[in-house]
């Protein structure tokens, strides 16, 4: 069963379309659109500042989501955060994915249809331009992204969506 708590007078607000896997913890001022799915143990805390999460988003399995004062998290429609993955104080545009194991830090943009890659580290305040592949630590632009990657990340979404849907009928 997923954990749900008020922080500071401020209770989640999750839209009932959205799947919260066994596991999940979501405090505080946070507010999640329809059919988001967020998975097993990860941890949404709007106990600083507040996190948006929007539609058709999934949270992967072990992502930790958290603020900096006055810093909301802000994470766009058709988001992809991939498995321990970490965000923090960030924006996240429409249509990007958040490579496994990727930190993306205070002030960072992450731009529309973006990518990036597994274990990249987006230091404070960087700007990742979108449609662009971006890898390392700290992160660096390999290339634009092609229609063969347009394409795999709409699956990735279509599918998660998909599974979530079914999971949360499943558990109810």
């Not at 943009?109 to 960087?126: D, F, R, S, Y």
Request: charged letters at 25%; hydrophobic letters at 35%; proline letters at 6%.
């Amino acid at each position: 069963m997923a954990t749900i708590h008020p922080y500071g007078g401020k209770q989640p607000d999750i839209h009932e379309t959205v799947y919260l896997a066994n596991g999940s913890v979501v405090t505080g001022d946070v507010k999640i659109g329809k059919e988001t799915s967020i998975w097993y143990n990860v941890v949404i805390r709007g106990d600083v500042a507040p996190t948006l999460i929007g539609e058709r988003t999934s949270i992967q399995d072990n992502s930790t989501l958290h603020q900096s004062p006055g810093n909301p998290l802000i994470i766009e429609d058709d988001v992809t955060v991939g498995h321990n993955a970490i965000l923090h104080s960030c924006i996240v545009r429409k249509g990007a994915l958040i490579g496994m194991g990727a930190i993306v830090l205070d002030g960072a943009e992450i731009g529309e249809e973006a990518m990036v890659g597994a274990g990249a580290l987006v230091p404070p305040g960087k700007k990742i331009p979108p449609r662009t592949l971006v890898i390392g630590s700290p992160a660096k632009p390999m290339r634009e992204l092609n229609e063969r990657d347009f394409a795999d990340m709409q699956r990735i979404r279509r599918e998660y969506v998909e599974k979530g849907q079914y999971y949360k009928k499943l558990e109810s």
